[in-house]
């Protein structure tokens, strides 16, 4: 007799993210097939949010784009935004010791809450439940801790859930009340895990199910996809075959046999952030690499999201001629005007991706997908953080001056470190993230530490 599959493991969830920069969209979009018809729902502009909560999360929203951008002017940006990150500062991890006492931002996000800031929201959330399961609330999967601390001051009557999308957290990310608090964290890696732990969240709380990333991008829990994409990528980054004669048992242990060749050119894909900033960068490696490029020897995609204002910078200054490189078919910019579309866009662009350049955001976490990355400088102290992670793991690089880009990269590449990095990617960064969250939302698994 067949057993049956309990009803329990189909079960949905209300997905929640925030439109502050992409980090926290990009999390939530893994998971949108948990939630009812697919939709996830945006807690600063989701539809007839109140005004007065709109306006908050506006104000927030600016700010951060307008501070990530005016970091770049000399001395004062600099001086503003260390200001402000003392505000999201995580403090050393060692000496290990009790740090559960709120700081002022929380507990500002907090008073706010208390007022009444996302009520709206989660009285939304409690009373709109799918067909079957009415009588018994969704459980609410979130990205951002903001929206989870809503729920939980409102009286959200089911679970809440808030997955992390950084390798580590300030304080912020905990409830000013740890061992009273029913939240449940997803957490990246076992940092993130220990970290919260020292922030007083209880240890029942807290699951170790590594980052969402794309099932597109992985296949099945056996990673096929990811695999094959690796297999592809590894003669493009090892162009002298040191890495893969050195270690051709590992190769083969976790890829089996590779092809010859690759089926595309050296790839690389520099993505800039929500804010748009850094974009400059992007032009400076095209500068470098354009004889490379009009060989055909190069392609890039220059990641331009959802910002229409950095694909035109980017169009301006390649149409400028002084690289005599045409945008076309070694040079691609990425742009889509709804970010569902531009995130499924990029995740199909990144299969035939060979290295991935960005500042170390929630893309870091990609690295689990076999992608080497170099990584630009970090804006923030949990992007400091996520660089220490990426480096720890041993699948990044920091950035050399861009303009010399066609030397020190391919000296990189004839060495075969950039394919050591990719294979590093794969198999030490937990990328299973997206099926360790099913399990645990659906009720079939129970993580360990």
Aim: net charge positive; proline share 6%.
């Amino acid at each position: 007799m067949t057993k049956k599959t309990p009803k329990i493991l189909n079960r949905k969830a209300w997905v929640v993210d925030v439109d502050m920069g992409y980090g926290h969209q990009r999390t939530a979009f893994p998971l949108k097939h948990l939630a009812p018809g697919g939709k996830i729902i945006n807690a600063n502009s989701y539809q007839r949010i109140p005004e007065k909560d709109r306006k908050i999360w506006e104000a927030s929203r600016i700010f951060y784009e307008f501070i990530s951008r005016f970091k770049r002017i000399p001395f004062v940006g600099g001086l503003v935004f260390f200001i402000y990150d003392k505000f999201q500062k995580i403090h050393p991890f060692y000496p290990q010791r009790d740090l559960s006492e709120p700081n002022f931002s929380l507990k500002r996000i907090c008073s706010l809450i208390k007022k009444g800031w996302g009520k709206h929201l989660v009285l939304r959330l409690s009373s709109g439940q799918v067909e079957k399961l009415k009588k018994k609330p969704l459980p609410l999967i979130t990205t951002f801790f903001i929206p989870a601390f809503m729920a939980e001051i409102h009286g959200y009557p089911g679970e809440i859930y808030c997955a992390v999308c950084d390798a580590d957290i300030s304080r912020s990310w905990a409830p000013l009340n740890p061992q009273k608090s029913k939240i449940k964290y997803f957490a990246p890696n076992q940092r993130v895990v220990k970290r919260l732990k020292l922030y007083g969240v209880k240890r029942e709380n807290i699951f170790l199910t590594g980052y969402p990333l794309p099932k597109e991008n992985l296949g099945s829990k056996n990673m096929e996809i990811a695999k094959k994409d690796l297999a592809r990528r590894i003669p493009n980054l090892d162009l002298k075959s040191q890495y893969r004669y050195r270690y051709r048992s590992l190769i083969k242990k976790y890829l089996g046999s590779l092809p010859r060749e690759s089926d595309h050119p050296l790839t690389i894909m520099f993505a800039v952030g929500g804010a748009g900033a850094q974009k400059e960068i992007a032009i400076k490696i095209v500068g470098s690499l354009a004889k490379k490029i009009k060989a055909g020897e190069v392609k890039i995609i220059l990641v331009a999201g959802i910002r229409k204002r950095v694909k035109e910078y980017f169009k301006k200054e390649i149409d400028r001629g002084q690289f005599s490189v045409d945008l076309g078919k070694f040079v691609e910019i990425l742009y889509q005007k709804k970010i569902e579309d531009y995130f499924r866009e990029f995740n199909q662009k990144l299969r035939k991706t060979d290295i991935l350049w960005t500042k170390p955001s929630e893309l870091s976490f990609y690295t689990g997908l076999g992608l080497p990355i170099i990584i630009a400088p970090p804006i923030g102290s949990q992007e400091d953080f996520n660089k220490e992670w990426l480096l720890g793991v041993g699948s990044a690089i920091s950035q050399k001056n861009p303009k010399y880009t066609n030397e020190w990269l391919f000296d990189l590449l004839e060495t075969g470190w950039l394919a050591e990095a990719a294979m590093q990617g794969f198999v030490e960064s937990p990328n299973l993230g997206t099926f360790n969250i099913e399990k645990v939302v659906t009720g079939k698994i129970r993580l360990p530490f």
